[in-house]
Structures are given as structure tokens and as C-alpha cells.
């Protein structure tokens, strides 16, 4: 499956984004898939991932309670809804997708995903 990131941009802390990854060459109910992030002169970093049918999703916990992620599986897209962010979120931000791995926290610690999205920048000022 192929991957486009979109909906980065530059906003003050405090305000909201919305990252669409849209999928194409497979279906994507067949993946589970998530969301990372990389910040300058840091390691990739696992931020959010929902199931192949989104019963289930998961954060890392600096996230938590600020972002959302959402799957259309109709419409091949999924979403991360970022609100109150802050300078720590700056980061450039990718989608994954894999059909095996199981959406949780060693999805995200081990980053074994299969396909990636291009990445979008994400830029909060304080």
C-alpha cells in the first residue's frame, strides 16, 4: 500500500492541526495503521495507532488526551486530530501501515511497520 501525508503546517501552542494519511494500491482495512513523529536530531517516535477496524487505538503518553486518531476504511484515509499542541510536537510527521502487526505499545516502540508515508512538517510556536 502507498502512503500520502498531508495537513502539516505551522500554528501557535495551544491550537490544532489535522494529518490525513491517504492510502492507495490496497485496501486499507487490511492494515493496521499509525502515526510517528521525528524531531530534529532525534529518534523516530511512536505516536498513535488504530486497529484495522478502529475498535482499537492507542497513544504515547505525552499525546494523550490531545490527539485523536480516526480511520475511514471506506475512504482508505486515517486521521490524527492534534489539538492544544505544543513546541514539543514539533516534528516532521509520517504514516504507517502493516496487515500483521497489532495496534499497542509494541507497535509503536518497535516501529516494524511495513509501508510509509512521505512525511508532513508540523511547526508549533510559543
Known amino acids: 500500500v502507498q502512503l500520502q501525508a498531508s495537513g502539516g503546517g505551522s500554528v501557535q501552542a495551544g491550537g490544532s492541526l489535522r494529518l490525513s494519511c491517504a492510502a492507495s494500491?490496497?485496501?486499507?482495512?487490511?492494515?493496521?495503521m499509525a502515526w510517528f513523529r521525528q524531531a530534529p536530531e532525534k529518534e523516530r517516535e511512536g505516536v498513535s495507532c488504530?486497529?484495522?477496524?478502529?475498535?482499537?487505538?492507542y497513544y504515547t503518553d505525552s499525546v494523550k488526551g490531545r490527539f485523536t486518531i480516526s480511520r475511514d476504511n471506506a475512504k482508505n484515509t486515517a486521521w490524527l486530530q492534534m489539538d492544544n499542541l505544543n513546541p514539543e510536537d514539533t516534528a516532521v510527521y509520517l504514516c504507517?501501515?502493516?496487515?500483521?502487526?497489532?495496534?499497542?505499545?509494541?507497535?509503536?516502540?518497535?516501529?516494524?511497520?511495513?509501508?510509509w508515508g512521505q512525511g508532513t512538517l508540523v511547526t508549533v510556536s510559543s
Open positions: 488504530v486497529s484495522r477496524f478502529g475498535d482499537t487505538t
Open positions: 494500491g490496497n485496501t486499507l482495512v487490511y492494515y493496521t
Open positions: 504507517a501501515a502493516d496487515p500483521h502487526i497489532t495496534c499497542g505499545d509494541y507497535a509503536l516502540r518497535s516501529r516494524r511497520f511495513e509501508s
